[in-house]
């Protein structure tokens, strides 16, 4: 009797050992279309392979520049997903882009609403923001479509949490996003985590290693950068242009941007930044807000009288000042209600706004502004990837003029200006990376249609713990 327990006993724990190693198993069951439904028919050729790539993978990332067309990508696959599968399917965006999208959906001929809680869902194509997720029960949906996922950068975010675990056993899901964070990796294991190809801390310990002695800093280890584009290439799609992915260009060639760079001088500041630049934080903010008027001043002196523009601000006090000191302005807050938010950002899509004042928090990300070229700063921060998607508002496939932002600093905030061009030429060296490591790679896995899973081939035989055979 002793023996038998004793044998029942071990077998447990093997069963628990088992179970512990299926767990910490890469998971990635095949969710995907293998009769893809008939396509819009005003997809472009490398639109359209990329869509039915998408399907067939059934779990899917959109990693492609402004302008290329994700909105209609996302709407064709959201549409394919429920004609094939005849579930719900559910578009996430942000503020005020959930409306443009509808009409969007409209523009291509493709049945969509736009919705606010689950209650107003019907088959199909349902759009929302992200700030309404709390009214939907996600298990209700066979398709979820995150517009402007980078959303999900953050590993503790709110929105990402609740994405993730909402949506775990959703079969169909797709991101988009113009860039990944443009100078981070670690959003990458977010995207992978939400699409359920890998946890973000399996992919930390799969492909990177600790940078020096600082725990939060990572880098991909060097021996693992090949595997690493592999991977990522297998489950996400990333392109500047279409010929990237061997199309022809085309209409898809940006006109110049001008990025103009204006220093102010101030009279009010304080002793301690007198003759030098502001390094600390603490110094960085005090050189703002003694610098407002100054740098609001020359921000309204240079607003053109005529055609629309866009100001982006930092401090309540800029954009308050900035939109007296220029008439007719229109000044969008954080504090404004959503529905009033909404309104102003269409009203100024539409042209009955024509100078917009407002931060890149609110409106920098999912807007099509490719009928304003005029754009500024009139204060700065230390976020690149703020920057660089509030100008891809204008600056991106659609616009016929050359482009022109703005950037207005004071003389103490030079260490701002030089941490921005950092920050800009390793973004550049990124996303050069990014589409040199996996072009070839999605090139293929487009033209050949086919499914790339994780392969495991171990080497070394497995050895049971002394414990378990005692």
Known sequence: MGIMNKTIAQQTQVDAYAAFLARKAILDPPTGLSQIPDLPAGLFPFQRDIVTWALKRGRAALFAGTGLGKSFMELAWGQAVHT????????????????????????????????????ECGPGINIT??????????????????????ILKAETGHYRNELVDACHDIPFRL?????????DYMELGNQAEFLGIMSYSDMLATFFTHDGGETQKWRLKGHAENDFWRWMASWAVLLQKPSDLGYEDGAYKLPALHQIHHTVTFAAASEDLLGKQASTMQERIKARRESVVDRVAFAASITPADGPFVWWCNLNAESEALTAAIPGAVEVRGSDKEDVKERKLIDFSEGRIRVLVTKPSIAGFGMNWQHCCNTGFVGLNDSFEQIYQAVRRFWRFGQQKEV????????????????????????????????????????????AQAREQASYDPKIPMQIPAWLTA
């Open 129 to 150: 923001n992200y700030q309404k997720i709390e009214h939907f029960d996600l298990g209700e949906f066979g398709g979820v479509i995150l517009d402007e996922s980078s």
């Open 404 to 447: 022109a932002a703005h950037f207005i600093a004071a003389e103490t905030e030079g260490a701002v200006v030089a941490n921005l061009r950092r920050k800009e030429a390793d973004a550049d060296r990124m996303a050069a990376a990014m589409v040199l490591h996996t072009a070839n790679i999605t090139k293929q896995a487009i033209n």
């Open 84 to 119: 094939a599968t005849q579930g719900d399917v559910l578009h996430f965006a942000p503020l005020a882009v959930a409306a443009q999208m509808v009409r969007e959906a409209e523009k291509f001929g493709i049945p969509a609403r736009h919705v606010r809680s689950q209650a």
């Open 175 to 183: 991101s988009a996003t113009a860039t990944p964070s443009p100078n």
